[in-house]
């Protein structure tokens, strides 16, 4: 039993449908006819609708033509009007849909994890030094700098060692902040800012020179790596995907918040690796190795004093969710002997503990 | 006719206006369709996607046991969107050139361009939502009958920027004129066919709900910040005398930290319990009383909405539970619960007489909600 609305009004006649040459005649009750179609002119609807009815329009002309009778469908099909075809979903096209998202998600994840530091690497060095300006003066303006002249010509002269022997092509600038975190950054570009903190956390005497030495090296670790610019890069990479999908305002929550999780992920192995680069740089220039170690004991120890580790409070260790791995697991893989020449001499030293004096 | 009716106040006659009867299952099978090209695509089979969405749950929901058509393409939308990034484009160099040319001579004209842009985006955002509204409904059939909306977008994107102002400068006191007279201002512009619906509701109404609404905010905070406070009094009391600094201090706050997200939590779920109650007074407010009425016919429908605040909230929470936890993969089961929602609260009365129904003489746009996908893109 077909129905027609005749695109005028909103009442349904029950109609037949007789192909009669090249036209298609709409006949209501009492033998009316309601409209007349020409067969080149009939479309129908992609899709069967949910209780198997074929929707049929006629460019030009008014009305929809509602056909489920399977021997009227028959007479359009023999008539060349191409029907849509049951929308039923086979097994088959459900796996491929599967296999399709999978390699496509997984070429995604290689898209942002491998390709930014591809991209970093391949950055001139020119364009990631001005990458990093805005950053540095930013920091800079909330921050005051500290002027010490000696303890930066010693700073300049440790990083220079360093960057010699492990070959670094960056140019690096290290300075000072008068900030009380016992703290180190690396911007894009090299620049490599260290906080007051850390210089009086390393409070044992001229011994403690390895300590800041070591973290030093640690961050010309990321530079080397170029760290810096790959999270930049990954972090675009991954707001560009998520507006590109688009799932909307849940999907973008819980997109930002993968990303969070996979970055943390990455910046727990580029800390692994640039840790393993400070060793090594050290080693090459000759200078005691031992520093990197003690530096992780010794806030260990200030976390343990104020017993204030939030991450034992459940009995779970958190650490997969700490950009850096815990200091514990990361004191054993850098633990050094105490050999190899002091970083600073004991007139540089005391020039750099006073570098924020005024 | 303007009235607020209680809450369990359904008339004898009342019935639902739609019935819907998708499958989560079905509405996965295009969700995933459509993820998949629209990763690959890199996102330009958004437009299509919303598109193939749309034709399922219109196709699925029945008026009068007739099933609605979307007869939108996704081309209409892509089209709509390039168009509308174009004018954006070609608004903002303009903007550009302006300030370049005055900056130099007036500086303190210079501003003004700048100005007239934010003011001309915000304008353009309201009369997004308006044109939205007449692409959809022009793109919606039944029984071939189509709809549509009378009235100029911009004008209403005008109202959308005074009303918004109005809020700001009342304090907030004027958003219940500004949600009351925008729905009123888009229901008033809607056809079906030749039906017209129209809108009576006032906002004075809503007024002391939406006031209840903001001192519940502000006592529920004031009560919870008393209560974890005193909790956790020892902790604070030496942060805050300066008997512990530094390290100390850090670890005090730390310690407390627990009884802070608790307290962060009761504020979320009492303030939405209490912002779901004002939208369900709201929607009630608006849907009573609104009408379609057929002219020439003795045919008038008026609306209703059994909706509660407890089962909003509860629709609200699990449906963005479900999105979260699903890493957003259940979105088609969010969409299948909100069109249940839709057709199983809201309801009508009064005769409809479908024979009386003509076919809308209103203009059909030819693209598609441009601005809308430019500036405040959805699912659906």
Known sequence: MSRFHDGQHGATHIVQVVVFGRELRIVGADD???????????????????????TLTARSQPGVLLVDDSTELETLQRAGIKLPGHKA???????????????????????????????????????????????????????????????????????????????????????VFDDRLSNAFTLPGGHVLVMRGLIDMANDGPTDGPLLAGVIAHELGHVAHRDAATMLLRSMGFSMLRHMVGLGDAGGVVASGASNLLNLSYSRAAEAAADATAIDLLTKAGLRADGLSRFFARMERRAGASEAKPVDRGGITLEWFATHPSSDSRRERTSRPETGELPFTDAEWQAIRTICAR | MDQMPKAGAIPADARPVLAYDGKISELFGIFLLNLLLTIITLGIFRFWAITRIRRYLWSHMRFEDTRFTYTGRGKELFLGFLLAMLILILMFSAVGVVFAVLAKSHPVLAAIPIGAAYLGLFILFGAAHFSAQRYRLSRTEWRGIRGGMEGSA???????????????????????????????????????????????????????????????????????????????????????????????????????????????????????????????????????????????????????????????????????????????????????????????????????????????????????????????????
């Open chain 1, 89 to 175: 979903w086979t097994r088959r096209r459900w796996v491929a849909v599967g296999v399709g998202l999978v390699a496509t998600i997984g070429v995604g994840i290689v898209a942002v994890t491998a390709l930014p530091r591809w991209l970093a690497a391949a950055i001139p060095i020119a364009w990631e030094q001005r990458l990093g300006e805005p950053a540095e003066a930013m920091m800079a303006g909330s921050k005051t700098r500290c002027t010490g002249e000696a303890g930066q010509v010693a700073l300049d002269r440790l990083v220079k060692r360093l960057r010699v022997a492990g070959g670094i092509e960056m140019p690096v600038t290290i300075a």
């Open chain 1, 32 to 54: 009316v006819t309601l409209a007349v179609w020409k067969l080149a002119q009939i479309e129908a609807a992609p899709e069967v609708d949910p209780d198997g009815v074929v």
């Open chain 2, 154 to 380: 911009l004008r209403y994107g005008l109202s959308w920027l005074l009303l918004l102002l109005a809020c700001v400068v009342t304090l907030y006191q004027a958003v219940p004129w500004m949600q009351v007279g925008l729905a009123r201002r888009r229901i008033d512009a809607s056809r079906f066919g030749s039906a017209v619906f129209h809108c009576e509701a006032r906002a004075g109404r809503l007024y002391l709900t939406w006031l209840a609404t903001i001192v519940g905010y502000v006592l529920l905070f004031g009560v919870i910040v008393v209560i974890v406070v005193a909790s956790e009094w020892s902790s604070f009391a030496r942060v805050v005398s300066g008997a512990v600094k530094g390290q100390g201090a850090d670890a005090a706050i730390m310690r407390a930290t627990p009884v802070i997200i608790a307290g962060v939590l009761a504020f979320f779920v009492g303030s939405g319990l209490l912002t779901t109650w004002y939208y369900t007074r709201l929607s009630r407010l608006i849907l009573s009383n609104t009408t379609a009425v057929i002219p020439d016919a003795q045919a008038t429908l008026r609306f209703g909405t059994t909706m509660t605040a407890g089962s909003l909230l509860w629709l609200v929470v699990s449906n963005v539970l479900i999105a979260l936890l699903t890493l957003g993969l259940g979105l088609p089961i969010v969409l299948h619960r909100y069109a249940r929602y839709i057709a199983r609260t809201t309801y009508m009365t009064g005769t409809f007489d479908a024979n009386a129904l003509m076919q809308s003489t209103l203009a059909r746009p030819s693209l598609g909600e441009g601005f809308l996908q430019a500036l405040d893109p959805g699912i659906v």
